[in-house]
């Protein structure tokens, strides 16, 4: 039996280039497979969907079962922590995320470890029953929301088109906000320790509207978040790897290479590979970056900007993956098509 | 009396460093302007006001009447084109532009110039009683939407979240597809260069969408459309300056700052100014690029960021702008202290 550190996706994040890299993609368990559709179907609303073990344990699996990926990421939600800190959130057919928005001048929710993992507790049970069932060759990955990324849904009560109202706080009153976004941060820390011990082998935060922000404000509340949030999983985890994915942020991906405490950092699919290769890979290990809309194109346009990416960043420690999430509508034998490529592909 | 060559936008737009940069901010006629929801009230729907002449003139000149820009940019807007071309557009109060689609397999339009000239004659007009009306140190910008961008609304059949439609078109059939970017960009071409014959002194492509396509898109439907249609430009006027704004294509724009024709690129509030001051300026002028939420937040938090980018930008060929537009909440006197900042700003 190969041991556990053997896995493809722990090693390239251990900064190993390896023959093929290992590959895994977001939202790869979902709506564009028939039986997440099945499974989604015997829970009630989408949070229920993510509290019940037996069934986000079988939506983390049904990918890997098809595809034969390199890594599972557990099933759940990034507004999970908001409910562990006591704010309402529920998820309405049609129209997505509706929390009880925080505002700038009420109490900043507090942070209550117990009732945080009384809420969460069935999100463990998932972790550790995928830690017993998925394929040993295959790592699985916990995740949370990055600090401000959660927060953004916080205080707009859901989506935004361009966060006026959570801008305004962090520009207006940056000392206040900056509670805020030390809470999540902790709370998110005392998460993801939970997943490691019930036995996620790597983390990812997903900072997907990190680029919200102008430039000067990623060092407090994206880069300093995500370095706070890596040091407290180390002090009990040394050896866990933590993968960053501060989407959009452009030119200042340069500066998020050098986040202490982070393995790897995925780039979204705006980046161009060989710009990634020149400024990213040489600090640590590059993720990404295929447009999830070229899945949906498939053919030639699809395997020439995978093959792309693989030449241009598989000669440094790498995991192939998209640039952001799979939509609903990707043709499943367009995704067997681009997994058969990347097993297939070999450094030259 | 001065020359017009003497205006400072122009002489920015020539590259050179001036004591302190020109300025104007991008949708500075617009709705947080009282005058602004006046003039607005007279006309029937958006594309009414668009089309007016004497309400056009009128809130272009507005922002400049209060705070004294450098510049003028024309009021219209980048849907005026489509119906330039024949497709049906209209504004829902609430809903924004709502055009009927053009199809992959339905036939792309046909420049017909003697129906484009017609449809556009209005804006025509405003320009020429613009480049009358106007203080005579205030240059006139004349604009139109890139072809990807404005091919966006063609194709999704209004504003989109992520573009699957025009996306799968343009993945999965270049060839065709590239026959309607150029059907975009020579009538955009044709519309252009009648603003300069009535009176625009430079002009703007806003390719607002650009951040929708991969780096290796960028060639050929950002970078590529906006050489021919400033070719085409400068076939008949040579010294007219063109500004390009790939917004949101991040480590990309030193890529687009090698553009043959372009004398100016518009950074979005993405960009770090030290980043551009770097990897853009060097090639041509830089443009940007404060985040217009620090407008809405102002105080010191707005200073500070405008500041920097003075600081950091104003030792080369500069104009201090936005980043994006102005939003409707901008209070008007958050607008009034930054136009004295710049205006009182010079170099150290």
């Known amino acids: ?185 902790d709370a998110t820390a005392l998460y993801l320790k939970k997943q490691i011990e019930a036995g996620a082998e790597a983390v990812q935060l997903f900072d997907t509207w990190a680029m919200a922000l102008p430039p000067a404000f990623h060092e407090r509340l994206v880069f300093g978040p995500l370095r706070r949030i890596a040091e407290a999983i180390h002090a009990d985890h040394p050896d866990i790897p933590v993968i960053g994915f501060p989407r959009g942020i452009g030119a200042a991906y340069a500066q998020a290479a050098r986040i202490r405490g982070i393995a790897g950092l995925s780039i979204d699919w705006s980046m161009d590979p060989s710009w990634a290769a020149e400024h990213v890979q040489p600090h640590l290990t590059v993720q990404g970056n295929l447009d999830p809309r070229l899945v949906v194109a498939g053919g030639e346009v699809m395997t020439r900007a995978a093959s792309d990416i693989l030449d241009t960043l598989g000669d440094g420690p790498f995991i192939f993956n998209l640039g952001h999430g799979f939509v609903p509508e990707t043709p499943p034998e367009h995704v067997a098509e681009l997994a058969e490529l990347v097993k297939g592909w070999r450094r030259g």
Request: glycine share 8%; proline share 8%.
């Open 1 to 185: 039996m190969p041991h556990k550190n053997d896995k493809l996706l722990l090693r390239a994040l251990r900064g190993e280039t390896l023959e093929r890299p290992p590959f895994w993609f977001m939202r790869q368990a979902g709506r564009y497979l028939p039986e997440y559709r099945e499974t989604r179907a015997q829970a009630g609303d989408f949070l229920d969907l993510c509290y019940r073990p037996d069934l986000a344990e079988e939506v983390t699996l049904q990918p890997i079962r098809r595809y034969g990926m390199d890594a599972a990421i557990l099933f759940a939600d990034i507004l999970l922590v908001p409910q562990g800190l006591g704010q309402h959130v529920e998820f309405r057919a049609g129209e997505g995320p509706v929390l009880e928005p925080i505002t700038r001048n009420a109490d900043i929710p507090v942070l209550d470890a117990e009732r945080l993992h009384e809420t969460l507790g069935p999100v463990y049970e998932t972790v550790a029953r995928l830690s017993k069932s998925l394929p040993e060759n295959v790592a699985l990955i916990g995740f949370a929301g990055a600090p401000w990324t959660v927060a953004t849904y916080m205080v707009e009560g859901g989506g935004s088109k361009d966060y006026p109202t959570i801008k305004n706080w962090a520009f207006a009153d940056p000392e206040n906000f900056q509670r805020l976004i030390d809470v999540v941060a």
